[in-house]
């Protein structure tokens, strides 16, 4: 063991066994995620202070005021630097926010507010996010951070067939990723049809309409008994017909139509969810509102919109986004009927397994959610009125 007196961070250990769990005091990693690229930084607290006037000594202290305006400082600063190409195109941060850490036994732990902490493992944690509607070709990084401190820092690139390994140096600073994903395809929204019986069918409709004018022509202006008898009996089929086939008798059927089984509400029902997870790959609250536009009624839009940001949506410990990877089928405890013909309330429940990564730490999170949802007919889709998020948890705990 070769130890570092000054700072025994810089403490180095021969035995690969007892290497400590962050070898690099500065690590940046690119996350490609279907809505959104991150570019995020991991740097220690003593290699970040002098880019961004802080004296920090081993040893000190560090207040809860402190470690936020650190964290302001640091968010600040990598905004703004190592800039990030996207597409060939120079891009900027929509959101940057920074985290202080701490590095123990357990990996890097988000410190609490309220919280003092000690210089000696703290770390800063920053999060770039730049939203995009698509998967990107190629993004480009170039770190120009560089010190007598930052000689070398570790990138790691994170997409579906990842993570890939890497490192920049003053001497080649770029840090790329190119897409070579054979078999992604981007997930969107589907609308939920509507399955009734044929409401109309126009060809039909006219040809029995015509049978039954000329039919009322001959009964009233033929002049054989014979003709009027036989021209009497094909109009009494043809009105009928034609009333069918113009599609009054479904019509009215459906105005009075009954919620749908519980085994077609539970299909609707997972349908709806898989699009409500969908919706939730969209980074800023606004794009998640525009996605549901397709799956939601416009009266309910808005209230629904705020549920979905309060009770379903899932996050990291580092705040980005995590994607559901498994749902489970849902269970329906209840099902009403609504004023609403052929609409539905039920009051259900459905497991969820999401996945998340950031700042090279991949979180899996098992979710039961358990919610009031309303859902009608409109222009021949199911479309949601209502969501209540009654309960959100691990199913373990």
Same mark, same amino acid.
């Given at each position: 063991?070769?130890?570092?007196?000054?700072?025994?961070?810089?403490?180095?250990?021969?035995?690969?066994?007892?290497?400590?769990?962050?070898?690099?005091?500065?690590?940046?990693?690119?996350?490609?995620?279907?809505?959104?690229?991150?570019?995020?930084?991991?740097?220690?607290?003593?290699?970040?202070?002098?880019?961004?006037?802080?004296?920090?000594?081993?040893?000190?202290?560090?207040?809860?005021?402190?470690?936020?305006?650190?964290?302001?400082?640091?968010?600040?600063?990598?905004?703004? /630097?190592?800039?990030? %190409?996207?597409? #060939?195109?120079?891009?900027?941060?929509? &959101?940057?926010? $920074?985290?202080? =850490?701490? !590095?123990?036994?357990?990996?890097?732990?988000?410190?609490?507010?309220?919280?003092?902490?000690?210089?000696?493992?703290?770390?800063?944690?920053?999060?770039?996010?730049?939203?995009?509607?698509?998967?990107?070709?190629?993004?480009?990084?170039?770190?120009?951070?560089?010190?007598?401190?930052?000689?070398?820092?570790?990138?790691?690139?994170?997409?579906?067939?990842?993570?890939?390994?890497?490192?920049?140096?003053?001497?080649?600073?770029?840090?790329?990723?190119?897409?070579?994903?054979?078999?992604?395809?981007?997930?969107?929204?589907?609308?939920?049809?509507?399955? /009734?019986?044929?409401? %109309?069918?126009? #060809?039909?409709?006219?040809?029995?309409? &015509?049978?039954? $004018?000329?039919? =009322?022509? !001959?009964?009233?202006?033929?002049?054989?008994?014979?003709?009027?008898?036989?021209?009497?009996?094909?109009?009494?089929?043809?009105?009928?017909?034609?009333?069918?086939?113009?599609?009054?008798?479904?019509?009215?059927?459906?105005?009075?139509?009954?919620?749908?089984?519980?085994?077609?509400?539970?299909?609707?029902?997972?349908?709806?969810?898989?699009?409500?997870?969908?919706?939730?790959?969209?980074?800023?609250?606004?794009?998640?509102?525009?996605?549901?536009?397709?799956?939601?009624?416009?009266?309910?839009?808005?209230?629904?919109?705020?549920?979905?940001?309060?009770?379903?949506?899932?996050?990291?410990? #580092?705040?980005?986004?995590?994607?559901?990877?498994?749902?489970?089928?849902?269970?329906?405890?209840?099902?009403?009927?609504?004023?609403?013909?052929?609409?539905?309330?039920?009051?259900?429940?459905?497991?969820?397994?999401?996945?998340?990564?950031?700042?090279?730490?991949?979180?899996?999170?098992?979710?039961?959610?358990?919610?009031?949802?309303?859902?009608?007919?409109?222009?021949?889709?199911?479309?949601?009125?209502?969501?209540?998020?009654?309960?959100?948890?691990?199913?373990?705990?």
């Amino acid at each position: 063991m070769k130890i570092h007196w000054a700072d025994p961070w810089y403490s180095r250990f021969s035995a690969k066994n007892l290497n400590r769990k962050n070898q690099d005091g500065t690590s940046t990693f690119l996350y490609i995620e279907p809505r959104e690229v991150r570019h995020e930084t991991l740097i220690r607290l003593h290699e970040l202070a002098p880019w961004i006037d802080e004296t920090v000594g081993v040893g000190d202290k560090l207040s809860p005021q402190h470690g936020a305006k650190i964290t302001k400082r640091a968010a600040k600063l990598l905004s703004s /630097r190592n800039a990030v %190409s996207i597409d #060939g195109k120079p891009a900027q941060p929509a &959101i940057a926010t $920074a985290e202080l =850490l701490t !590095l123990t036994s357990k990996g890097f732990q988000v410190v609490e507010p309220g919280k003092e902490v000690s210089s000696n493992n703290a770390f800063v944690g920053a999060i770039l996010s730049f939203p995009l509607a698509d998967l990107p070709e190629h993004v480009t990084v170039t770190w120009d951070m560089f010190d007598e401190k930052i000689s070398r820092v570790a990138t790691i690139s994170n997409d579906v067939a990842g993570p890939f390994f890497g490192a920049v140096t003053p001497v080649d600073p770029k840090f790329h990723w190119q897409n070579h994903l054979l078999k992604y395809k981007r997930k969107s929204v589907s609308q939920i049809p509507v399955v /009734r019986p044929e409401e %109309s069918r126009p #060809g039909l409709a006219w040809a029995t309409g &015509i049978i039954s $004018a000329v039919s =009322l022509l !001959l009964v009233l202006a033929g002049t054989g008994k014979v003709l009027k008898r036989v021209s009497l009996a094909v109009l009494i089929f043809a009105v009928p017909a034609t009333v069918y086939f113009s599609g009054s008798f479904t019509a009215l059927a459906w105005r009075n139509a009954s919620p749908p089984d519980p085994q077609t509400a539970a299909g609707i029902l997972r349908s709806m969810i898989e699009n409500l997870n969908t919706v939730n790959l969209e980074t800023t609250p606004t794009a998640r509102k525009a996605e549901l536009t397709p799956i939601v009624t416009a009266a309910s839009l808005d209230d629904i919109a705020a549920e979905i940001e309060r009770g379903l949506t899932i996050r990291t410990p #580092g705040g980005s986004l995590a994607a559901a990877t498994d749902i489970g089928s849902p269970e329906l405890e209840r099902l009403d009927p609504i004023s609403e013909p052929g609409g539905f309330q039920t009051l259900v429940k459905w497991s969820v397994q999401a996945e998340g990564g950031h700042w090279g730490h991949a979180h899996i999170r098992a979710v039961t959610f358990r919610a009031l949802i309303e859902i009608v007919p409109e222009a021949g889709q199911w479309k949601l009125n209502g969501l209540t998020v009654i309960e959100a948890r691990d199913p373990n705990a």
